[in-house]
T-cell receptor
Framework: DAGVIQSPRHEVTEMGQEVTLRCKPISGHNSLFWYRQTMMRGLELLIY????????DSGMPEDRFSAKMPNASFSTLKIQPSEPRDSAVYFC???????????FGPGTRLTVL | GEDVEQSLFLSVREGDSSVINCTYT??????LYWYKQEPGAGLQLLTY?????DMKQDQRLTVLLNKKDKHLSLRIADTQTGDSAIYFCAESSGGSNYKLTFGKGTLLTVNP
């Protein structure tokens, strides 16, 4: 079984550019989570979807961040415009049910110059 | 709010046991987890324990939970160089069990 798939694995962009991160959850999982990992703040939950519907976006830093889940097998996290402080590793995770074990993807390392 | 604390570094010799400790504040935590992160990789679930359990053993891994003191530990027996990684403790918040609160991670270095 394939795990959670994320793309790209690495992204380097310049300040002001739009960045789109992609995630394919494990088939059959109805919950999807986006996390951000930085040295200073550790792992933070950005947004959580259940059955493709955003349930909790309280962790989204500001309006520059948006996330969508158009269907059960695909989600995007978009940053527009990007800023250097957005540099981090962004993880997507999925679980069979909201309170079940979360399985993480390999992450996207984002560098904003 | 909920908080999870871990020591940042642990160094052991190959073959010794490693004990990684974690404290948490949310008394209504339902599940507590240990994840492993190798360099450049995502988080891999190692094990978890339900809050009404005291201990769970899985091959070389032993998890101990002291609910009264809100203390969780992960013991790795016969530590190998391949165990070198960052280990994260996480708890699922009582009211929103989907929400995992992570510690900052403990970097385990295994010396030959």
């Amino acid at each position: 079984d394939a795990g959670v798939i994320q793309s790209p694995r690495h992204e380097v962009t310049e300040m002001g550019q739009e960045v789109t991160l992609r995630c394919k959850p494990i088939s059959g999982h109805n919950s999807l989570f986006w996390y951000r990992q930085t040295m200073m703040r550790g792992l933070e939950l950005l947004i959580y979807f259940n059955n493709n519907v955003p349930i909790d976006d309280s962790g989204m830093p500001e309006d520059r961040f948006s996330a969508k889940m158009p269907n059960a097998s695909f989600s995007t996290l978009k940053i527009q415009p990007s800023e250097p402080r957005d540099s981090a590793v962004y993880f997507c995770a999925s679980s069979r049910e909201p309170t079940d074990t979360q399985y993480f993807g390999p992450g996207t390392r984002l560098t904003v110059l | 709010g909920e908080d999870v604390e871990q020591s940042l570094f642990l160094s052991v010799r190959e073959g010794d046991s490693s004990v990684i400790n974690c404290t948490y504040t949310d008394s209504s935590s339902t599940y507590l987890y240990w994840y492993k992160q190798e360099p450049g990789a995502g988080l891999q679930l190692l094990t978890y324990i339900f809050s009404n359990m005291d201990m769970k053993q899985d091959q070389r891994l032993t998890v101990l939970l002291n609910k009264k003191d809100k203390h969780l530990s992960l013991r790795i027996a016969d530590t190998q160089t391949g165990d070198s990684a960052i280990y994260f403790c996480a708890e699922s918040s009582g009211g929103s069990n989907y929400k995992l609160t992570f510690g900052k991670g403990t970097l385990l270095t295994v010396n030959p």
